[in-house]
């Protein structure tokens, strides 16, 4: 199932705030968050430039609290 919460805006201010405390971008924290909802998960992020691949990559090293688990799933 498609799931794109950025897509539609403005990143979520507890998503914003999560990004910051882990040093990440939403976008990372997005996909970490993704990455945490199963093993089976398979993200597939857009790139529009080396750079941004190299976010998308490093963005499976973000270890997500369960809190900032809590916080993401409760506000989406």
């Not at 990559?57 to 900032?68: C, E, G, M, Y």
Request: glycine content about 10%; proline content about 5%.
């Amino acid at each position: 199932m498609p799931f794109a919460p950025l897509a539609t805006g403005d990143a979520h201010e507890g998503l914003a705030r999560i990004a910051a405390g882990h040093g990440a971008t939403v976008h990372q924290v997005a996909i970490g968050w993704g990455l945490a909802l199963s093993p089976t998960t398979l993200a597939i992020p857009g790139r529009g430039s080396i750079s941004y691949l190299e976010q998308n990559v490093a963005a499976q090293s973000i270890a997500l609290t369960r809190a900032d688990l809590d916080e993401l799933d409760s506000d989406w």
